[in-house]
């Protein structure tokens, strides 16, 4: 039924770009909060980026400021985050995630009800 799947992850050099998308079935995209979370290996999983249901606010950690873009296809169900000048400090995997019952933005983990598997980003020369 309902479903998040990233893609989009991969190697690059430090100073590269990557795009993940994450395809969200089964909702109207429109009504939820939807971030990015990643995690690296011995480290927490951490709140990236978020969206309003609206698309109007976005929010960034301070690390990935003006560096990376998350935005929003609601036709399409989709959601984007563009990462550019790519650090080593940014290899993790890297999930979407949606609230259920909440088109606000938040940076903490359980306020999230559904999770994507995640997709490898490594950033190395």
């Known amino acids: 039924q309902e479903q998040l799947v990233e893609s989009g992850g991969g190697l690059v050099q430090p100073g590269g770009s990557l795009r993940l998308s994450c395809n969200a079935s089964g909702f109207t995209l429109g009504d939820h909060a939807i971030a990015w979370f990643r995690q690296a290996p011995g480290n927490e999983r951490e709140g990236v980026s978020c969206i309003a249901s609206d698309g109007r606010f976005t929010g960034y950690a301070e690390s990935v400021k003006g560096r990376f873009t998350i935005s929003r296809a609601n036709a399409e169900n989709t959601i984007f985050l563009q990462m550019d000048s790519l650090k080593p400090e940014d290899t993790a995997i890297y999930y979407c995630?949606?609230?259920?019952?909440?088109?606000?933005?938040?940076?903490?983990?359980?306020?999230?009800?559904?999770w994507g598997q995640g997709t490898q980003v490594s950033v190395s020369s």
């Open positions: 995630a949606l609230r259920a019952r909440s088109a606000l933005c938040s940076e903490y983990v359980p306020f999230y009800d559904y």
